[in-house]
Structures are given as structure tokens and as C-alpha cells.
């Protein structure tokens, strides 16, 4: 993966995200899919714009399909890029990030590996089941030596979290 771009205090590769976000995200909705992500990477003529979409069940080659085309059309009327990019639609990934509470809404009940702020217990990066979303953080179990004891993490003690691809 390429460098993000950055200019000024949020950065053209933000900005650019953020408005390829609000042309996806209607496209999404109508052919039954959930916009997970936006990412933009690299600079001028080598940017690469990358679209995660997801749904229940896992998305299909024509899903991707459908949105690179409707997205690339929606791009060319748009023209929030200056310059020639990279357009990438995909799935996530098994071991997706979870970036916004409807990601862990979504993660509820696997197994989620989180990198922590502060080490819990010794550890800095900890993996257990998902079991609610709330307010305060995550409700965990398998934190502590009993698998069955659940654990509420604070969101401001989660530093990044993946689903852990469970084989």
C-alpha cells in the first residue's frame, strides 16, 4: 500500500475519501450492500481510490462489479479527483478492520482481535469473542483466564481491532 496523501490539516487523501464516500454510499444502498470503506493511497496519476462494500453473506464478483461501474460513471460526472487514479471495489476481508460501531454491530458473536492503548493484563494486543456493543466500549469474553468471564473494553482503550479470521 502506498503512502496516504497529505495536504493541509486533514489531508487531500481524507478529503477525497470523504467525497467518493458520499457519491458511493447511495449506490451501495441501492443495490442492497453496505459501504464499509473508502480508502485513497499514493499521489497524482498513481491514486488509488479502494471501495469495501460488504453484505450479509459476503459480497459476489458482479456486486463488485455493479458498483465499479455505477461508481466510475458517478467519478467521470463528479470529478472529485483531479488526476488519473486506480479505481478498487472489493470485500474487506476476513480479517477486515472494524472502524465505526455498525462494523462491530456487525462483528457480534466472532472472534475479534484487538490492539490495545494500554496492555491488559500484561498483553498489548488480546483476541476473544465479540459479544455486545454499547456506549461505554465492547463486552468481551475470554479476556481473563476463565473463557466465560466477560470483559467491557472502553472504546478509548482500543487503538485498532480486525476480525480475526477464524479457519
Known amino acids: 500500500m502506498g503512502e496516504p496523501l497529505r495536504t493541509g490539516v486533514f489531508g487531500e487523501a481524507a478529503r477525497v475519501a470523504e467525497r467518493v464516500r458520499t457519491i458511493v454510499a447511495p449506490i451501495a444502498r441501492a443495490l442492497a450492500l453496505d459501504l464499509v470503506d473508502v480508502e485513497c493511497a499514493g499521489q497524482g496519476g498513481r491514486t488509488v481510490v479502494r471501495v469495501f462494500i460488504d453484505k450479509p ?32 471495489v472489493s470485500s474487506p476481508g476476513l480479517d477486515r ?24 493484563n500484561g498483553q498489548w494486543r488480546v483476541v476473544a ?21 466477560t470483559t467491557l473494553v472502553p472504546w478509548d482503550m482500543i487503538g485498532e481491532a480486525r476480525l480475526e479470521a477464524e479457519w
Open 97 to 120: 478492520p472494524l472502524k465505526r460501531r455498525e462494523d462491530y454491530q456487525r462483528a457480534v458473536g466472532k472472534l475479534v482481535n484487538l490492539k490495545l492503548r494500554q496492555p491488559w
Open 57 to 88: 453473506g459476503g459480497v459476489t464478483l458482479q456486486d463488485c462489479e455493479q458498483v465499479h461501474q455505477s461508481l466510475g460513471r458517478a467519478l467521470d460526472v463528479e470529478d472529485p479527483i483531479p488526476h488519473a487514479y486506480t479505481l478498487e
Open 129 to 149: 469473542s465479540l459479544l455486545a456493543v454499547g456506549d461505554g466500549g465492547v463486552t468481551m469474553a475470554g479476556l481473563a483466564q476463565d473463557p466465560e468471564q
